[in-house]
Structures are given as structure tokens and as C-alpha cells.
């Protein structure tokens, strides 16, 4: 059994309490541990991103621009993000590059997506998108 540490608790700040439900739940059962590496995204900070692999050295992460085009990491309306991105916890840290991270992710998003059926609480894993493939992102339906 699992639980979030510090990092993720911040990071679920401002997190839609649907979603944070499905996560809270998530972590306690899941078949490995995960870490809540981004939650709640201002627009500055999503214009970065989008800038990466275009502007910027890197790949392109996000089809999102941060103002005409708003990445669910943003805050809507209702006063909340709608998007959180995790990582697996093993070997003593938060894998993102490791060979076993992608598998790992596969593993805890079948979980969360069970989970999320269980509440009633839609969600959708960015590991089923085609473009941008992204399989650290969950976010509302």
C-alpha cells in the first residue's frame, strides 16, 4: 500500500477534486508507486512548454499554446485544473527515462482507469492519444 508524499500533495493542489479523488484512491492500491510530477499549470508556463521542439531545443511535448489553445493543466472556469502528470516511484526515485518507465506507466494507468470506473469519474490517459502519445498525462473527461 502506497501513499503521496510531499511533491505530489503539492502538485495536486489546485486539482480538480474529482480528479484528486481518483488519484488519492489510486495510490493506495496501485501496483507501483507514482509520483504527481505536475499538476496545476499557469499559462507562462504552458507557453514554455509549447515552445519546446519548436522555439526551444527539444521534442515537442504539447499540442496546447497556453492561451488560444489551453492545455487541461491550465485553470478553467470552474476554478481548477483539469490534468495531472505522474511518473513511477521505483529503484528509489521517480523514473522518467528509465527502461521499465513506459511499462510501469501501462501497469498504473490500467489501475487508475479501473479506479476512475469504479468512482463513476471519467478520465482519459494521454497513453491512448496518437499525437502527442503521452503517458505520464490523465486528465477529466
Not at 60 to 66: E, L, P
Not at 87 to 99: I, L, M, R, T
Not at 125 to 140: A, I, M, N, T, V
Request: cysteine-free; hydrophobic content about 30%.
Amino acid at each position: 500500500m502506497y501513499k503521496f508524499g510531499k511533491r505530489s500533495l503539492d502538485n495536486l493542489v489546485g486539482v480538480h477534486p474529482n480528479l484528486v479523488k481518483v488519484m488519492t484512491e489510486a495510490i493506495k492500491t496501485s501496483p507501483v508507486d507514482f509520483t504527481i510530477t505536475e499538476g496545476v499549470r499557469t499559462a507562462k508556463e504552458q507557453q514554455a512548454l509549447y515552445a519546446q521542439g519548436r522555439t526551444k531545443k527539444g521534442p515537442i511535448v504539447t499540442n496546447r499554446n497556453g492561451t488560444t489553445n489551453k492545455s487541461n493543466h491550465q485553470t478553467k472556469s470552474d476554478g481548477y485544473g483539469h490534468a495531472v502528470d505522474l511518473y513511477p516511484f521505483f529503484e528509489g526515485s521517480v523514473q522518467v527515462q528509465h527502461k521499465d518507465t513506459i511499462a510501469r506507466l501501462k501497469q498504473i494507468a490500467k489501475h487508475i482507469k479501473d479506479v476512475a470506473k469504479k468512482l463513476g469519474i471519467g478520465i482519459t490517459w494521454g497513453g491512448d492519444w496518437k499525437s502527442p502519445y503521452d503517458p505520464p498525462h490523465f486528465e477529466l473527461k
